[in-house]
């Protein structure tokens, strides 16, 4: 009975598998606009990085919650920038389709500081949280991208960690055996962890959550990614480079997404460091607990098994579109 249910479930994986995404642009998702309200071409991840670190925000329905990460996050840049004039930034805001005012209430950050340090992607429609953040990636003009939420719940300066731990991976793996052959192949991620937070969410959570929790990060070790006890937090580092290659690979736009990118990294045996950042839980969280949590625990099966098939695939030569 249960092989014949896994053949079942690997042929339906395999079956609605979509081919390698490409990012698909509507035409007014090409363009930003300036302080003057006028459009101009956004840039490519494959343009040579002009800024030390870009950010990039999925926003979706966040005109409440936005100002205050987009201050405290802005208030950081400015006074490191001060303190250090060689570094360089840019924010970049994804509305992820909001039916609220969240665009509106990016764009006066983009006049308060310039359209060089802040700028704002409104997507026509919804994409989900990975396809958002896949779009600001791939607009970004950093060495370095930072994925930081609209809620505001890891606290910015922590940013600090991420980049020590980015750098105690060095030296970086330059996969010159391959076909790139490029000197900028350097990869690495530091993900933001919430994992020693563990103890404390327990008791402030129902059982049933917590029951639900332990069976995803079950999921995630015996399905996906190993080593990392924490895939979900959405403070993440990448160097530019990983960035490019991981999500040129990337198949999932929802909440799973993060799980897919890990377990794409260590395809491409990319160096990986977990470090523990400050949390705090946030009301207004778009996560409906047991329909989503259902809904990641069939994305990250289906993960697997279309992997697994070879429905999707991961080749350490290919070259990026």
């Known amino acids: 009975m249960v092989p014949w249910l896994l053949t079942k479930i690997s042929f339906v994986a395999f079956i609605t598998a ?20 006028q459009r101009e071409a956004l840039p490519s991840i494959q343009d040579s990085p002009t800024k030390q670190l870009s950010v990039v925000v999925p926003s979706y329905n966040e005109e409440k919650r936005l100002p205050v990460m987009m201050d405290e996050a802005l208030g950081y840049l400015e006074d490191r920038q001060k303190q250090d004039p060689t570094f360089t930034y840019e924010v970049i805001i994804v509305d992820d389709g909001s039916k609220d005012q969240t665009s509106k209430v990016a764009f006066k950050y983009c006049q308060k500081y ?27 003009r950093g060495k370095k991208i930072l994925m930081a939420d609209a809620d505001g719940a890891t606290k910015f300066p922590d940013i600090e960690k991420l980049e020590k731990g980015l750098n105690d991976l060095q030296p970086w793996p330059l996969h010159s055996q391959s076909l790139w052959m490029d000197v900028q192949d350097q990869m690495a991620i530091a993900c933001g962890s919430r994992a020693h937070l563990e103890k404390e969410s327990i008791a402030q959570r129902s059982y049933f959550r917590t029951l639900l929790m332990y069976g995803f990060h079950f999921l995630v070790w015996f399905l996906c990614v190993k080593g990392i006890r924490d895939t979900q937090c959405g403070f993440k580092l990448l160097t530019r480079e990983a960035a490019s290659r991981t999500f040129s690979s990337l198949h999932i736009e929802r909440w799973a997404f993060d799980v897919e990118l890990l377990y794409i990294a260590q395809f491409f045996k990319i160096p990986i460091a977990e470090i523990a950042v400050n949390w705090t839980e946030i009301e207004g969280s778009k996560l409906v607990p047991f329909w989503s949590w ?28």
């Not at 997507?123 to 607009?139: C, D």
């Not at 809904?295 to 279309?306: A, E, N, V």
């Open 294 to 321: 259902l809904q990641m625990g069939k994305d990250l099966l289906f993960i697997r098994l279309r992997y697994l098939t070879g429905a999707w695939r991961l080749e350490q030569t290919r070259k990026m579109n």
């Open 18 to 37: 979509t081919e390698m995404p490409q990012l698909h642009r509507h035409e007014e998702e090409k363009f930003f606009l300036n302080v003057r309200g």
């Open 114 to 140: 310039g359209s060089d340090k802040v700028r704002v992607i409104t997507l026509v429609k919804n994409r989900g949280k990975g396809g958002a953040i896949r779009m600001g990636v791939f607009s970004s």
